[in-house]
């Protein structure tokens, strides 16, 4: 083979420079990655290169060396680091590997076409050397496609914490990057950073804050962090995007509504059966970051007692006020519901889930009857009981407003105080309000 190629040497290198043009043309008529990505020139060279490549391969491997890989294996980097997909690069390999042995061929033929004989056994060898090279760059494009899509994930990831963080904390990096971007166009770093997101500088956004998972696993389907993804993973066109940033301390969303109602979080959020908490809706970037704050605040105020659910901010602002304020909270506990905290444990307990279960009834002593699976007089001789403890009247709504704070703080302190809580609840067992589970009697539909 070797002893062939020397004597057609002068005459393979032309057909090889004409073979690399009729490639070039072809590759940039066909493929439009390649036309957008390369001009002529520097596409011609690196085909014409490449096929002299695989001649010298040929030849190496006729002397029983290596096949040199180091050419095939930088393309390969080179072009998973420009987005030219995999499939158009094998496509011009695969093309330029008949485009040679058909050179071959006609040169040999040229030269003696007694020959030809003596090349067939080299077909075998010029495609193992043509998948040595394409193996090469496979390899080399796919280790630099996943390195390219890590950085892509952790500047994404760092562009969403300045959204989340307003540029402090962790993402002072990517908020330092943002600031320059924002610099020479003279916007916020915010606003610079929602902009490399791909969202509008006016808008309807939201934040939602997952509650830790107990395993440590991610409850969100694994995305990358700044794509935009429905929860639960449904791909659905008009559900609002939602661009998920899993942290070590949790799992926060960032929620472009659009046209959809605050509301529509919930069912968003339903596949996943976590609680969360969800903030107000804000129009600017530069305000996400006050809704993530807000976020977490409503997700304090779900105790784990009450199981699974999404917490609207607006919706539990007393609770949330008794969040924001730990120090007037504990004040408020004790001031408040002292007398009943002081009782042993199951008389604290007992009328703790009746109060909480009566507010959760709009006062209804029937309904809360109902509820806890007692008769009504009960109910009401343990309001009644709670009234003279507490030295405050149910039917005076200030101080009804009082006690519920109050019941509201207790919840949040046993919810921040793991240590101090029962055992988990049987799921089986219906959850009252006050936090604790009671075995239904009756079967549910």
């Not at 190629?5 to 043009?21: G, K, M, T």
């Not at 990505?37 to 190496?60: C, D, N, S, Y």
């Not at 030219?84 to 590997?97: F, Q, V």
Request: charged residues 25%; aromatic residues 2%; contains cysteine.
């Amino acid at each position: 083979m070797e002893r062939i190629i020397e004597e057609i040497r002068e005459d393979l290198s032309r057909r090889i420079a004409v073979a690399a043009d009729r490639l070039t043309d072809r590759t940039l008529a066909e493929d439009p990655a390649y036309a957008a990505l390369l001009g002529r020139a520097e596409l011609r060279e690196r085909i014409h290169h490449a096929l002299r490549q695989a001649v010298e391969g040929l030849l190496r491997s006729s002397r029983g060396l290596p096949v040199e890989l180091a050419d095939a294996r930088a393309v390969g980097a080179l072009r998973a680091e420009q987005g030219l997909p995999l499939t158009s690069l094998l496509r011009t390999y695969r093309r330029g590997g008949r485009l040679l042995w058909q050179s071959l061929t006609e040169a040999v033929t040229a030269h003696d076409r007694a020959a030809l004989p003596r090349l067939l056994p080299g077909a075998t060898a010029l495609w193992d050397v043509l998948d040595q090279m394409t193996d090469a760059v496979t390899e080399s494009y796919r280790r630099a496609e996943a390195a390219r899509g890590d950085r892509d994930r952790e500047h994404r990831a760092a562009l969403l914490d300045v959204l989340l963080d307003g540029g402090v904390g962790p993402s002072a990096a990517a908020a330092a990057a943002a600031a320059a971007a924002a610099a020479a166009g003279e916007v916020s770093a915010a606003e610079a950073a929602a902009a490399l997101l791909g969202l509008p500088e006016r808008g309807r956004f939201t934040v939602v804050v997952l509650a830790a998972d107990a395993s440590g696993a991610p409850v969100v389907p694994v995305v990358p962090a700044g794509t935009g993804a429905p929860a639960g993973g449904t791909g659905a066109a008009s559900a609002p995007r939602v661009l998920w940033r899993i942290r070590a301390d949790g799992e926060i969303g960032l929620v472009e509504l659009g046209h959809h109602p605050l509301e529509s979080v919930r069912e968003l959020l339903a596949p996943l059966g976590v609680r969360a908490g969800v903030g107000p809706v804000v129009a600017a970037p530069a305000d996400v970051a006050r809704a993530h704050r807000l976020a977490a605040l409503a997700l304090r105020t779900s105790p784990e007692s009450e199981g699974p659910r999404t917490a609207l901010l607006d919706e539990r602002l007393p609770a949330a006020l008794v969040a924001a304020e730990a120090e007037l909270a504990g004040r408020l506990r004790q001031v408040v519901l002292g007398p009943v905290l002081a009782l042993p444990a199951q008389d604290r307990r007992t009328l703790l889930t009746t109060l909480g279960t009566w507010l959760a009834c709009q006062g209804s002593t029937t309904d809360a009857a109902q509820r806890l699976y007692c008769h009504r007089n009960t109910v009401s001789n343990r309001l009644r009981r709670l009234e003279q403890l507490t030295g405050r009247s149910l039917s005076d709504p200030r101080q009804v407003v009082e006690l519920a704070l109050a019941h509201a703080a207790v919840l949040q302190r046993v919810e921040a105080e793991p240590a101090t809580r029962p055992a988990v609840p049987d799921p089986r067992a219906s959850r009252t309000p006050g936090g604790t589970a009671r075995r239904s009697p009756r079967r549910r539909a």
